[in-house]
């Protein structure tokens, strides 16, 4: 706890104020105290009212004093002990076969703890999507078992309100937004004064609440992405299932959800386990514990696994220089070039990568950007 | 609370909706609270506008049109309805959900139905609760006798005044056949053909005569105005001629006051005339004619004084085929809600919103395709099953035993459902379609003993059989109860299973 208050101190010194809203509303939850909530959430309100005052440059002094007080207030609280990560899923030799489709997925096994996140990444046709949707309980396996530990003689039904699965194409939502979050909580248990706090929460948790009594069409697919997502949360669901969620989401709001999806997964009020597919390899490899590589049906790569018997160093640069100044520069060391267009790719089994860097620095080679993607998923996605 | 603006919904509905939205989110979904709160609405408002809308109870009720006018309101109600229905549902979003819950479900989406259904009655009743206060059975009855009475008084030398005889052989039809056909009593014994009694009882008993069974016998007896008993077989009816001119069209069900008939007429005014002042008695006419003509009613006034016959001469005189049309209106309109009316009346609203309540149910719980090709199955199934009986000569009991077989398909791929694997569309059409026929089984079985009985007595299988109207009423009655009961027992236990199963598979 003191830990926490401690970070969210240094974020409003910062003034990283947006993320020590969050961290805030994350902290009041896991308390488990209802009306330290409720001030947290009314402390974010005024803080997103400054926000949209364009006359206003930064928040006024009296927001931080207020944070600081409130922070002490939390400071007496002991909060929830959180819990030790348990087992929800263990799929064992999931493979899948398409009738009338050359494409098979290959046996995968993956256990699914309390508090983590798994990234599946792959170029698209390559598996994520079925490997994901057979987790969720919508593709019939051909081989192999998935068992949810912490349900007992479960029926298909129970399975499907324990993961939620939420698809690429988000399926439309009817009525006002608002009254769907609150259906998404009372269909889930969460029902009277709980059910305005937990939907309050959310809404301000995923900075939604001026768009709260919008419809479906009035909202961009972004918001959508972000309002499936408090939907879902609500449901209180045990393993979140997310289908490329960053997809619509611009490189602010990526970074946003990932975290926050992070932070949640790692929640003591509500832990869970969160597995996720997408195209943004550094971003999910930052707060994934697990990434997985899919490539033609099978797992090429996993991280914390697979990445141990990795040999060498694997760099990304990009450069205006051309090809014959960098094979000029990198002459004396042995390293295989690859270019794809955009990055070149540069491998060595007996160089690192600052030896590699440097060389090219002082060759005169001019880097606008370089990358160590040794134990990045991204490195099978140039060969 | 939900910032959503609705017309006409005050503070306390919002409330409720509120209060539903996050405690007891089956029972918001069906959204039965609204369809109850502007039900009512609409429905006084329609009550209101039926009360004020000029209505003469004497003429022929417009409330056919009313219904159908209501019955396009009613249709764009449950449109409205179902539109703010399927946007929400527990099931589908794998929610926190019970058994009991599917036949709370249900109730719901019956309640609302039922409110929506209930609309086309609203103008009736209204029709009828006009009537009632306008004209008492009591009031209707005096002066219907009245008006006869008068008009027996004031045309007496136009009328008829001998009875007319039928002079009858009764036989004995207890056997049930004419070959078997005796005449009662000792005086002519007749075993062999109805030709050859009749030759036989013709030459015995002229001029006039026909033979009647016991059964018409006893039927007529019982309504005859007179009958002389010549010997045990031969009898003679006699029968008053008609002096209602103003017919009753069934006040005697309800008045306390005693119709006059014919008999009575004829005892009271015509056998013992005495002549009366006539201007007293013309203007106690006038006065109920003018109570009772209408003036949009058909007179049929064809006299004229060459065509002279005497019911038309009463009809041009009194305006009788008029104030006859207006009372019958009014005891139509009076009586629209009376017991024999009233069970087909709940009949109809029952079934439609049954109907409707269950595609509703099944189109929640299964997917748009299962649910659109499982009309198609019936639908094609049905077709399939009238051309094979129509090839086959096939008779109701071929009907009803392909209704068992197709039953007892349809359930075997229901139960089919808890062994597949993934979801499997002949489950979810077989589901539908066993939901749909569940309700009409003990109705189908009931009719399929009543036909196998009609059928024993046709064949002389069983011709001691008596075919009871009334108990096979009473009997389709308890059957549709019982179809009912187990109905509602089957949606939290076999319904709620099925869909629960099936709806959570994997699609592939």
């Not at chain 1, 929460?201 to 408090?230: C, H, P, Q, V």
């Not at chain 1, 959800?257 to 969160?274: E, N």
């Not at chain 2, 008029?322 to 005891?331: A, F, G």
């Not at chain 2, 036909?451 to 075919?467: H, T």
Request: aromatic fraction near 14%.
């Amino acid at each position: 706890m003191q830990h926490r208050i401690e970070e969210i101190k240094s974020y409003i010194n910062h003034n990283d104020n947006s993320l020590a809203v969050r961290r805030m509303l994350d902290l009041c939850l896991d308390t488990g105290d209802e009306s330290l909530l409720i001030d947290a959430i009314q402390w974010s309100r005024e803080f997103h009212a400054f926000q949209k005052n364009v006359s206003m440059e930064t928040v006024p002094a009296d927001f931080q004093e207020k944070a600081f007080v409130f922070l002490n207030k939390l400071n007496g609280q002991h909060g929830n002990a959180r819990q030790a990560p348990q087992i929800l899923v263990r799929a064992n030799k999931v493979s899948k076969r398409y009738s009338g489709s050359n494409f098979s997925l290959h046996p995968i096994s993956i256990d699914i703890k309390t508090s983590d996140v798994v990234g599946v990444v792959g170029e698209n046709g390559n598996g994520k999507t079925t490997l994901l949707r057979c987790l969720a309980g919508q593709l019939a396996l051909d081989e192999g078992g998935i068992t949810f530990e912490k349900l007992s003689n479960p029926d298909q039904y129970d399975i499907k309100h324990h993961v939620a699965f939420i698809p690429q194409r988000i399926p439309r939502w009817y009525g006002l937004l608002r009254d769907n979050l609150h259906f998404s909580a009372s269909l889930s248990g969460i029902t009277g004064k709980q059910n305005e706090l937990m939907v309050d929460f959310m809404l301000e948790r995923l900075n939604l609440s001026d768009y709260a009594n919008l419809t479906w069409d009035k909202i961009s697919s972004g918001y959508r992405t972000r309002f499936e997502i408090a939907r879902v949360l609500l449901q209180k669901p045990s393993i979140l299932i997310l289908d490329e969620p960053l997809a619509n989401l611009d490189i602010n709001a990526q970074q946003t959800i990932l975290t926050d999806l992070r932070h949640m997964a790692k929640s003591v009020y509500h832990p869970m386990g969160i597995i996720l597919s997408s195209q943004q390899l550094h971003e999910v490899e930052k707060i994934a514990d697990t990434v997985l590589l899919i490539k033609k049906g099978q797992c090429l790569f996993r991280t914390g696994e697979t990445e141990q018997e990795i040999e060498g160093v694997v760099l990304e640069i990009e450069t205006l220089a051309s090809r014959e100044e960098i094979n000029a520069a990198l002459l004396s060391m042995q390293v295989e070039i690859h270019f794809n267009g955009g990055f070149y790719t540069l491998l060595s089994s007996n160089h690192s990568a600052e030896e590699l860097l440097k060389t090219l620095l002082n060759s005169s080679v001019k880097l606008s950007y370089f990358r160590d993607i040794t134990h990045s998923t991204k490195r099978y996605f140039n060969s | 609370m939900s910032t959503q603006k609705r017309l006409f919904c005050p503070a306390f509905i919002n409330r409720i909706d509120d209060y539903l939205l996050k405690n007891a989110p089956e029972i918001w979904s069906a959204r039965t609270h609204l369809v109850l709160y502007y039900g009512l609405i609409f429905m006084s408002v329609l009550a209101f506008l039926s009360f004020i809308v000029p209505d003469d109870p004497r003429s022929n009720s417009g409330v056919a049109f009313w219904i159908v006018f209501v019955s396009l309101i009613s249709i764009i109600g449950l449109v409205l309805w179902l539109m703010f229905l399927l946007r929400f549902n527990v099931f589908k979003r794998y929610g926190l959900t019970s058994a009991s819950n599917r036949l709370r479900t249900w109730l719901l989406y019956f309640t609302s139905v039922g409110i929506l259904v209930f609309f086309c009655y609203v103008p009736p009743i209204v029709e009828t609760i006009r009537a009632n206060s306008a004209y008492s059975d009591n009031e209707l009855a005096v002066d219907l006798n009245k008006m006869n009475s008068l008009i027996c008084q004031l045309s007496y030398d136009s009328l008829p005044h001998d009875w007319s005889n039928d002079t009858v052989i009764v036989v004995n039809s207890t056997e049930g056949r004419y070959e078997n056909v005796e005449v009662i009593g000792d005086v002519e014994e007749v075993t062999t053909s109805a030709a050859v009694m009749i030759d036989s009882a013709v030459s015995n008993y002229k001029p006039a005569f026909r033979l009647m069974d016991t059964t018409e016998f006893t039927s007529k007896k019982l309504g005859c105005d007179s009958l002389l008993k010549l010997n045990d077989s031969v009898y003679v009816f006699s029968e008053c001629p008609s002096y209602e001119f103003i017919t009753d069209p069934g006040l005697s069900n309800y008045s306390d006051v005693k119709m006059l008939s014919s008999r009575d007429l004829y005892y009271q005014i015509i056998q013992h005339y005495t002549k009366k002042e006539v201007s007293p008695l013309v203007q106690e006419m006038e006065v109920l004619t003018k109570k009772y003509k209408y003036y949009s009613n058909e007179d049929y006034n064809y006299y004229t004084e060459t065509e002279y016959n005497n019911g038309n001469y009463i009809q041009a005189r009194f305006f009788t085929d008029n104030i006859t049309r207006s009372i019958e209106n009014i005891y139509e309109r009076k009586h629209s809600f009376a017991p024999n009316q009233l069970e087909w009346q709940i009949r109809v609203w029952f079934y439609i919103t049954f109907c409707i309540s269950l595609l509703v149910f099944n189109f929640r719980h299964s997917t748009k395709k299962a649910f659109f090709l499982s009309i198609l199955t019936s639908v094609l199934l049905s077709i399939l099953t009238g051309l094979i009986l129509a090839f086959s000569s096939g008779n109701e009991s071929s009907m009803f035993g392909s209704y068992l077989f197709y039953f007892a398909l349809f359930a075997f791929f229901s139960f089919g459902t808890f062994q597949n694997k993934t979801r499997n569309i002949v489950s979810g059409i077989s589901i539908n379609i066993f939901s749909w026929m569940l309700y009409f089984l003990p109705l189908l079985l009931t009719s399929m003993y009543y036909e196998g009985q009609q059928s024993a007595y046709n064949e002389l299988v069983n011709p001691d059989y008596s075919f009871d109207y009334e108990t096979m009423k009473l009997h389709l009655f308890y059957a549709e109860i019982i179809g009912l009961i187990i109905f509602i027992i089957a949606i939290p236990t076999l319904l709620h299973r099925f869909y629960r199963r099936w709806y959570a598979l994997p699609e592939e």
